[in-house]
């Protein structure tokens, strides 16, 4: 019998199914990888916007963790929504008592609608507690902003900022394109930089407002893939196009930032 891969997904509830723990558990399942959960925020919301958010006690972070370590070998770890720097540090600290293998960090700070989802005061936690474990971050043009200070306008930026993720800690960083100003353009470009290469992935840009947890989506991808044993450079390419398929053949569902489909990676061609 082959093992079973088992990736583990550190994030925030979204009731509405697109996001966050939901959309991962819906990534890891359709590329055959078990997953499991550890919940750092209940949130209410849908396609309309964010209503609610309830971070989730410490205490009952660290024993989601504990109970998952004590009875399980994961072999990747994908991050999402903290909330705040105490969560940050509580998630920092049981890294430190727990392989939980490779980390996919995706710093969340806003929701499709804009509504903040990390306290501003918690970036320099990110920085300096997470950063520095992280496998494979994947920040879009906003948050690689804030966490670098580098505005990015073209490939020599993206770069720059690449470069100070990397000094900080990261072992590879991918940089989203979808929110380019660039925008009128027919593609859209993401950046992988590792300690050696660069690597561009292009696909069409899609015109879709059901773009909802697009970016759990890829990061939860690029882990399963890690925790099958697939290499950066192959999970990036295979979540690239998980997500491109799942944001160009819409659900079209919900008034606002419908979710994406997380089928059509699995149907293509059928």
């Not at 705040?84 to 806003?110: H, R, S």
């Amino acid at each position: 019998m082959s093992k079973i891969a088992i990736a583990l997904t550190i994030a925030g509830s979204d009731n509405s199914g697109g996001a966050g723990i939901q959309a991962d558990l819906k990534t890891f399942q359709m590329q055959n990888v078990f997953g499991m959960t550890a919940i750092t925020a209940v949130t209410a919301q849908n396609s309309l916007g964010v209503y609610d958010i309830h971070p989730v006690p410490l205490a009952t972070i660290r024993s989601q963790l504990k109970a998952i370590a004590k009875d399980y070998q994961v072999s990747a770890l994908k991050i999402g929504m903290l909330g705040n720097a105490d969560i940050i540090q509580c998630v920092a600290e049981e890294l430190e008592k727990y392989d939980f293998g490779k980390i996919v960090l995706d710093p969340v700070m806003y929701a499709k609608g804009g509504a903040a989802l990390l306290e501003p005061n918690a970036v320099d936690a990110l920085r300096s507690l997470l950063l520095p474990k992280t496998e494979v971050i994947t920040p879009n043009l906003p948050e690689a902003e804030a966490l670098t200070g580098v505005q990015i306008v073209d490939d020599h930026t993206a770069r720059l900022a690449a470069e100070k993720l990397l000094a900080m800690g990261v072992k590879n960083a991918v940089i989203k394109g979808g929110h380019s100003q660039n925008s009128q353009s027919d593609v859209c470009r993401d950046w992988l930089f590792t300690q050696n290469e660069l690597l561009e992935f292009d696909t069409p840009r899609f015109d879709t407002p059901h773009t909802h947890g697009t970016g759990c989506t890829f990061s939860a991808c690029i882990a399963a893939e890690l925790a099958k044993g697939e290499s950066v450079q192959s999970a990036v390419k295979t979540a690239k196009d998980f997500i491109s398929a799942a944001i160009s053949h819409p659900l079209n569902i919900g008034h606002g930032h419908g979710p994406t489909n997380h089928w059509a990676y699995s149907q293509r061609g059928k």
